[in-house]
């Protein structure tokens, strides 16, 4: 199971960024779709997750700008950033449980930057 992370970049405050997560491997069914991110000197942060079942969760600090989404049947998860600040500047990793085994995989990071 491999996941690639897009779409991060360079953006003004007050910007918008979509992050995509693409899955590939062998077939496999996922339970929990999350982003994070790890600013630096920062532990990493869970910023949102999407159950299988569709229900969603957000940190405090992103609450009413960031919208996870998914397209399930395609294993793909997408972040939808509005209103970024410079605080919301990271890397920002994919994060899925498989629902067979438990276990967790990765994406490679994107980097979002968060600057005038």
């Known amino acids: 199971v491999q996941l690639q992370a897009s779409g991060g970049g360079l953006v003004q405050p007050g910007g918008s960024l979509r992050l995509s997560c693409a899955a590939s491997g062998p077939f496999f069914s996922i339970n929990v779709m999350s982003w994070y991110r790890q600013a630096p000197g920062n532990q990493r942060e869970l910023v949102a997750t999407m159950t299988s079942g569709g229900s969603t969760n957000y940190a405090d600090s992103v609450k009413g700008r960031f919208t996870i989404s998914r397209a399930y049947a395609r294993r793909m998860v997408y972040l939808q950033m509005n209103s970024l600040k410079p605080e919301d500047t990271a890397v920002y990793y994919c994060?899925?449980?498989?629902?067979?085994?438990?276990?967790?995989?990765w994406g490679q990071g994107a980097q979002v930057t968060v600057s005038s």
């Open positions: 994060n899925y449980q498989v629902s067979t085994t438990g276990n967790y995989y």
